[in-house]
């Protein structure tokens, strides 16, 4: 990395090429620049997203829930929804996020993860005495709303750190870690237990995300913008860092299903899986090497400004002639005097500004851009997510083993992945170079998910496996869709509750699809089969369904909903035809000018003062000053 080393810590006679650790205050200063930087603190969000996604495992442990507390499809759906009602709930944590530095809500969501998820494998060892199922979907509901507040605290961070570009790279990266997190998870718990007991699988994810979230819980935080238009002015360099993460994750993804493909076919020792697991581990901190390339070549650069001038790189502002500071519009140190006469929040509801431009909560809230996506989400979601959580009990109904079942569910999870992270380069890609909007990819993808819930409607022989891939995929391609065009509609201001308050349908078409529709469907085709059989059902033992009936009616509505909001996608896109037709980035690259330009200003109209540590009696004068 071009590291010279020199005894006396000086040096030569080019000053750029003789920059690099010539001391321990070189070396302290990297680290310092390591640690304090954007890079490192979106590696410390990769971590944590890939741990998080213990709502998508929820195919792994569900039969055991089913079996060991004996429930019937439609109690085991009810969970289901509650689980998901608790990983779409974020409006709490972005609330609080608006408020608190973002290490608060990480610290409230590693105390959810462990208390929800400890107790739940408590029940399921039988450790306490059998909950009642309030019981366990309080449970499942704390436990899966503990990824909202690591989400919100991680995602919502860096979106605001990266605001001038890129937006869709990285949400699709942050989003798609999450996907892949069962399969990366099933294949690390594997290797550290060596056996398949799912029951104690989820103490595994009780501890480990919960550990990693209090781990990084003062690395991730907002980044000065002044201080990010000083060390990087090249967006383009910041779109080819997330591309190399990108190909670093694709090639984790890449080795998963290779890894699953195997599995299923050889049985792997304690040893086996203890190797593939170093492997995955190595992949996972891979990017680590590019955080400190990329903070490297940031810190040599300042202190190469350093030597070049005699002014700080501190933002500073001007004074006048009556002792008043003025500040700059993203100045980040307090004193900055409100211009405006504050307006009721609600006499501006029904006047949103331009689309692109900062929205209020209520004014995003009650525009028909939100109503539309949200009436989307519920029919799209709603579908996907019904297949995914009873994944287990459709491949038990339809015959398939239950080595083939946990196949699928870690299949799942790459082709979420896939869906997450390609989606959400293509749509930058796509909406950069060819000014597609992503409402309409949204609308492309709704349609395209029809194909799985046909698959399963009518039991196409091995079609389940299909169905897998289609699913997964159109599932993680419509979170960094929905999260990027709230961001580019509503703006950043409020976007960590705007973010989570997008995520809030899900479960409305989850319960109305699979509570109400898909386990009510399944345990009456359940209970004809037992009396055909001239059975009944004995209390407290599990209900089950055999046969291609069991799943046809339900995917067959579940189609017709989700073409349904295809139809009503189509008015968001026309809605917001004309701000994609822009550049959605611009207002964000002028702040960023201005501020630059401002800057510039308050220092060369600054005098220096004739003391021995320039920067140190600037900023205690800043102080006084204040």
Known sequence: ???????????????????????????????????????????????????????????????????????????????????????????????????????????????????????????????????????????????????????????????????????????????????ISAALISQLYRAFFGVDDTKSFTLFVALLPSALALCFLRLIRIVNVNDVQNNNNNNNKEQKVLYNFFYISLFLAGFLLVMIIVQSKVTFTKKEYGGSAAVLIFLLFLPFSIVVTEEYDLWKKKKKKKKETTTDDLP?????????????????????????????????????????????????????????????????????????????QIGTSLGYSLQSITTFVSLTSVWIYLGEACVGILSEIFITKYKFPRPLMFTMTLLFSCIGHLLIAFNVKHGLYAASIITGFCFGAHWPLI????????????????????????????????????????????????????????????????????FKLAFIIITGVTLLGTLVSLVLVWRTRKFYKGDIYRKFRDESNVVASELEINKALRPVPETEDPDKDLHCNYLNQL
């Open 483 to 550: 999260f990027s065009i709230i961001s580019e509609i509503f703006g950043l201001k409020h976007y960590s509750t705007l973010y989570n308050f997008g995520s809030m349908a899900s479960p409305i078409g989850l319960y109305l699809l699979n509570v109400r529709v898909t386990g009510y469907l399944y345990d009456k085709e359940a209970m004809k089969q037992l009396e055909a059989l001239g059975l009944k059902r004995e209390a407290g033992k599990e209900l089950n369904c055999n046969g291609g009936e069991c």
């Open 1 to 179: 990395m071009g590291l010279l080393n020199n005894k006396n810590g000086g040096s030569s006679s080019s000053p750029t090429s003789t920059i690099g650790i010539h001391s321990f205050a070189d070396l302290k200063s990297l680290t310092h620049q390591v640690l304090a930087g954007r890079w490192l603190m979106v590696f410390a969000s990769f971590l944590m997203m890939a741990t998080t996604g213990a709502s998508y495992m929820f195919g792994l442990y569900s039969n055991d829930i089913k079996s060991v507390l004996g429930y019937d499809q439609t109690t085991l759906n009810l969970i289901s929804f509650f689980k998901d009602l608790g990983a779409n709930i974020g409006i709490f944590s972005g609330l609080i996020n608006e408020i608190t530095p973002p290490w608060v809500v990480l610290f409230v969501g590693a105390a959810f993860n462990f208390s929800g998820y400890f107790m739940i494998w408590l029940s399921l060892t039988q450790k306490i005495p059998k909950p009642q199922v309030w019981q366990m979907c309080l449970y499942i509901t704390i436990g899966a709303n503990s990824h909202t507040f690591i989400n919100t605290g991680a995602l919502v961070t860096c979106v605001k750190n990266f605001r001038n570009n890129g937006r869709g790279i990285l949400i699709g990266l942050l989003n798609g870690y999450i996907g």
């Open 316 to 392: 500073t502002p001007i004074i006048d002639n009556n002792n008043l500071i003025i500040t700059t519009a993203n100045s980040s140190f307090p004193g900055e005097p409100v211009s405006e006469k504050r307006v009721s929040c609600w006499k501006n509801v029904f006047r949103p500004p331009e689309i692109g431009d900062d929205y209020t909560i209520l004014q995003a809230i009650f525009s028909v851009e939100m109503i539309t996506l949200l009436v989307t989400t519920i029919c799209g979601l709603g579908g996907t997510l019904t297949l995914m959580d009873n994944l287990g």
